[in-house]
């Protein structure tokens, strides 16, 4: 047994970052403790939290501005304030604190337990999705600092629109983890296997030529949208096949987009 140890909830923060941060502190079927960092980060334009379980939240420090629907009042709270937010209420955050660090302590209670099959333990299908939702988050983030960055207009627009896709897809994978028995859905889209037919680099930066970090964003969807459909070949549980057929057209999407714009700026060489 690992020795226990304190963990401060105002220390280990990004010194620099675009996109709101996420650090999972515990997690098991029934709970999810969530460190969240924001600086001026708020709700995309209506964009509604709508979540199938209780979330009771707490403000280490900073301010923010809390909608919850059909209530006509801004809620704002301040260090100190928490709030318990239940299954189906609608809610996004208005406005945090532009001028420093707002960190939010969340608990997500979730009051259902759902069965699996024996092809595969509770255990590891969580973890399978916690990756898959970890990826959203790391993918958010890069998007955002290049579409920060980039001078080209277009790209810009595209890295946004991505970083827009990777946030919601994240929402959804949040909740289709609590909620298995909720189907979702996403368009099925071709395949130019473009990716296959390009050598990047390993790693992913900030520092890099457009083409190569588009080239290298389309090599990390290939390998997810494969890795989900080995994972769904495998499975022979119904339910949990679903859920990986569909992550993998999520990837798909993702995929056939920043291949398109690659054919169509040409190799770009200049942010």
């Not at 304190?6 to 999972?24: G, R």
């Not at 280490?60 to 629907?69: D, N, P």
């Not at 595969?120 to 299908?125: A, G, I």
């Amino acid at each position: 047994m690992n020795a226990i140890q304190p963990t401060h909830l105002l220390k280990n923060i990004p010194e620099s970052m675009s996109a709101e941060w996420f650090q999972t502190l515990f997690e098991n079927p029934h709970v999810r403790i969530e460190r969240i960092v924001s600086r001026g980060h708020c709700s995309l334009e209506n964009s509604w939290y709508d979540q199938d379980w209780d979330e009771w939240v707490m403000l280490v420090k900073g301010r923010a501005g809390l909608i919850i629907e059909d209530q006509p009042e801004t809620i704002v709270l301040k260090q100190g304030d928490a709030l318990l937010i239940p299954a189906g209420v609608r809610h996004r955050v208005a406005w945090t604190d532009p001028h420093g660090d707002t960190v939010w302590l969340a608990v997500h209670a979730f009051n259902k337990t759902y069965g699996r099959s024996s092809t595969m333990e509770e255990n590891t299908y969580r973890d399978i999705l916690a990756d898959a939702i970890q990826a959203e988050i790391e993918a958010h983030r890069f998007y955002q600092q290049v579409a920060d960055r980039v001078q080209d207009s277009y790209l810009a627009e595209m890295f946004r629109d991505l970083a827009a896709e990777e946030l919601n897809h994240r929402r959804i994978l949040e909740k289709f983890r609590e909620n298995p028995d909720q189907r979702i859905h996403f368009a099925q889209v071709t395949d130019y296997h473009v990716a296959e037919t390009v050598d990047v680099p390993e790693e992913l930066s900030l520092a890099m030529k457009p083409a190569d970090a588009i080239a290298l964003a389309m090599k990390k969807e290939q390998a997810a949208m494969r890795r989900y459909a080995d994972l769904a070949a495998a499975c022979s549980d119904p339910d949990q096949k679903k859920v990986f057929l569909e992550l993998s057209a999520m990837e798909r999407g993702h995929k056939a987009k920043l291949e398109n714009a690659f054919v169509d700026i040409g190799y770009p060489e200049v942010w």
